[in-house]
Every structure is written in C-alpha cells, then in structure tokens.
C-alpha cells in the first residue's frame, strides 16, 4: 500500500530558527512530489514541486530535497518567522492511472515571536 | 491567471439532503480533482475528472459523484447527506496527469446539521 509519513506531527520552534520537517513515502516509484502549506480553515498553498529525476528544489527561504531510493523527502525552511506558521503537507505523485496526490497527515509548525 | 476556483464557499445543509459544490479549473489545465478534508482527518482522494471521463475514484459511497463540463469546470454532488459529510471539500486540477503539479482552491466548507 502506497503511504506518506511526516514527522514530526507538530513543531513549535522560536522566531530565526532554522528548521527541518521530514516526509517518507513506502513506494518509491514516484512521479514526483509536492509540498503544500495549509493555513487553518483554508486550500492549500504550494511551495515547491519535485520533479522524480530532481534531487532538490529551492524558492527563497525554502529547500526542498527529494531522496527516491531511501523513500524520503525534506523541506528546509531557513530563518523562520511567525507567518510561516501553518500545516505543511506533503504529497506523492505516483501517475498513471492513478492520478491523485497521496498525502501525508501534515505538520503543524507553530514560529513563537 | 484565475486561480482553481470554488463556490459557494459555505454551505449548510441538513442530513439527507443533496450538495452540489462546483469548480472551475485554472485555464489549460484538463484534470480536476476531488479532496475531502474531515476535522482532524487527512485529505482523502474523493474522485479524478480529465476531459469530461471519471478516471479514478476513492473509496467513497456512490452517493459521492459527480462530472466534467466541456469546459473542464466540475460538479461534486453528494446525495442522502450524513452528518459525517460535514468537512472541508477541496478542488485541484493539473494539466494531464499533475507533471507541472496541481493547484488547490480555497475549498468549499460543508455542514450538515
């Protein structure tokens, strides 16, 4: 069965800090992957997509790395700040017929002033 | 460039009613796609339209349903509403099969009372 695992579930770290949320996935014949952040009630922004032949991808404060062979995923976020609190999703693409991101359950990451 | 997007934005229904949520795709794009995001769930894959067929379905009851218009835009109707339907429905869509990645609406906020 194809999975997605984030840890950890939740992160509450102080303002500047440099931080590392994780995503794994079971099968790692992907198409490629997307990180999206959720703030509460709302859809889903994305941050950055990984293409399967990528091994990282960077949009200003943000680095995400992709490793197929091990099955996982990061997302760096560098200097964090109170608006980078949100739930950061992480999803697989496997394509084909299959067509629909599979996702992790989130991290919800909280940036204390 | 329209964002995905979603109408109405709430919607507030009684148990064994019928919902109608509508999405209209970001130009170009072919594919839609259904997300359900209950209260403290994940997002679960409700159902994948590209041009105007049903491609694959999640594991929902039939009374999940819905289509594909000429012009990409899509309608989820969920029929004999249950209180467990109350959550959060997002719409994506990609071109072809998600290979330049997907984009979310804000989402449509169901409440069955």
Same mark, same amino acid.
């Given at each position: &069965?194809?999975?997605?695992?984030?840890?950890?579930?939740?992160?509450?770290?102080?303002?500047?800090?440099?931080?590392? *949320?994780?995503?794994?996935?079971?099968?790692?014949?992907?198409?490629?992957?997307?990180?999206?952040?959720?703030?509460?009630?709302?859809?889903?922004?994305?941050?950055?997509?990984?293409?399967?032949?990528?091994?990282?991808?960077?949009?200003?404060?943000?680095?995400?790395?992709?490793?197929?062979?091990?099955?996982?995923?990061?997302?760096?976020?560098?200097?964090?700040?109170?608006?980078?609190?949100?739930?950061?999703?992480?999803?697989?693409?496997?394509?084909?017929?299959?067509?629909?991101?599979?996702?992790? &359950?989130?991290? &919800? *990451?909280?940036? &204390?002033? | 460039? !329209?964002?995905?997007? #979603?109408?109405?934005?709430?919607?507030?229904?009684?148990?064994? #009613?019928? !919902?109608?949520?509508?999405?209209?795709?970001?130009?170009?794009?072919?594919?839609?796609?259904? $997300? #359900?995001?209950?209260?403290?769930?994940?997002?679960?894959?409700?159902?994948?339209?590209?041009?105007?067929?049903?491609? +694959?379905?999640? +594991?929902?009851?039939?009374?999940?349903?819905?289509?594909?218009?000429? +012009? $990409?835009?899509?309608?989820? +109707?969920?029929? !004999?509403?249950?209180?467990?339907?109350?959550?959060?429905?997002?719409?994506?869509?990609?071109?072809?099969?998600?290979? $330049?990645?997907?984009?979310?609406?804000?989402?449509?906020?169901?409440?069955?009372?």
């Amino acid at each position: &069965k194809q999975e997605v695992t984030q840890i950890p579930a939740a992160l509450s770290v102080p303002e500047g800090e440099n931080l590392v *949320l994780n995503c794994s996935f079971t099968d790692s014949a992907i198409y490629n992957l997307q990180w999206f952040r959720q703030d509460p009630g709302k859809g889903l922004t994305s941050l950055l997509l990984i293409q399967s032949s990528q091994r990282e991808q960077t949009s200003g404060r943000l680095n995400a790395s992709l490793d197929k062979s091990s099955g996982r995923s990061t997302l760096y976020i560098a200097a964090s700040q109170p608006g980078d609190s949100a739930t950061y999703l992480c999803a697989v693409n496997y394509g084909g017929s299959q067509g629909n991101l599979i996702f992790g &359950k989130g991290t &919800k *990451l909280s940036v &204390k002033p | 460039e !329209a964002g995905v997007t #979603q109408s109405p934005t709430h919607l507030i229904k009684t148990r064994g #009613q019928q !919902a109608t949520l509508r999405c209209s795709p970001i130009s170009g794009h072919t594919s839609v796609y259904w $997300y #359900q995001q209950a209260l403290g769930l994940g997002l679960q894959f409700l159902l994948w339209y590209d041009e105007g067929e049903e491609r +694959n379905r999640g +594991n929902f009851p039939p009374r999940f349903s819905g289509r594909q218009f000429p +012009n $990409y835009s899509s309608e989820l +109707n969920v029929n !004999a509403l249950e209180l467990e339907d109350s959550a959060l429905y997002l719409c994506a869509s990609s071109k072809g099969q998600g290979g $330049y990645g997907y984009t979310f609406g804000s989402g449509t906020r169901l409440t069955v009372v």
